[in-house]
């Protein structure tokens, strides 16, 4: 699976509105926890900070440097 293939999933994932009810029901610390991990293995990289705090997926710009 190539990075296009990966981002396209990622795409439709998103715009799944399923997606909105299965995080609500997963508790924030869960999540967190989850964020954390997929940041220290180098899968996303948080961008600003406290409420304004997104995430991106380090992949994208992983070969790119």
């Known amino acids: 699976?190539?990075?296009?293939e990966i981002k396209k999933l990622i795409?439709?994932?998103?715009?799944n509105p399923e997606l909105e009810k299965?995080?609500?029901s997963v508790a924030r610390p869960?999540?967190?926890a989850?964020?954390?991990k997929m940041q220290k293995i180098g899968l996303?990289?948080?961008i600003g900070t406290a409420k304004q705090r997104?995430?991106?997926?380090?992949f994208?710009?992983?070969?790119q440097k």
Not at 11 to 15: L, W
Not at 54 to 58: G, L, T
Not at 60 to 63: F, L, N
């Open 11 to 15: 795409d439709e994932a998103i715009k």
């Open 22 to 24: 299965l995080l609500s």
């Open 60 to 63: 994208y710009t992983y070969r």
């Open 30 to 32: 869960t999540i967190n």
């Open 44 to 46: 996303i990289k948080a």
């Open 1 to 4: 699976m190539d990075k296009s």
């Open 34 to 36: 989850d964020l954390q």
């Open 54 to 58: 997104y995430y991106e997926p380090s």
